[in-house]
Nanobody
Framework: QGQLVESGGGLVQPGGSLRLSCAAS????????MGWYRQAPGKQRELVAT???????NYADSLKGRFTISRDNAKNTVLLQMNNLKPEDTAIYYC??????????????WGQGTQVTVSS
């Protein structure tokens, strides 16, 4: 079993920065990949960025250059640094991780979501 806890959302002005953090806990044997997704009001959840245990990253094309994902394998955490934020980045951001537990089951887990609002 695993659990993801996010932090770091909030209100920021256009052009500002925020850093989101997500920590995985539980009976974890390994985490194949971790990542961030977001869902804006009235829209479907979409990929923001993912990072593998081998630190291979993947970004939504529209976010490359502004967002940076990083991972600390020893701490089972993933960070999302968001720079030059725009109003269209306003959404609930969800952490995701594919975790193998001591039962050897591999499941996708989701955090509860953290609100990011970009507004002047």
């Amino acid at each position: 079993q695993g659990q993801l806890v996010e932090s770091g959302g909030g209100l920021v002005q256009p052009g500002g920065s925020l850093r989101l953090s997500c920590a995985a806990s539980g009976s974890i044997v390994s985490i194949k990949h971790m990542g961030w997704y977001r869902q804006a009001p009235g829209k479907q959840r979409e990929l923001v960025a993912t990072v593998t245990s081998g630190v291979i990253t993947n970004y939504a094309d529209s976010l490359k250059g502004r967002f940076t994902i990083s991972r600390d394998n020893a701490k089972n955490t993933v960070l999302l640094q968001m720079n030059n934020l725009k109003p269209e980045d306003t959404a609930i951001y969800y952490c995701n991780a594919r975790i193998t537990s001591y039962t050897l089951a591999t499941l996708d887990y989701w955090g509860q979501g953290t609100q990011v609002t970009v507004s002047s």
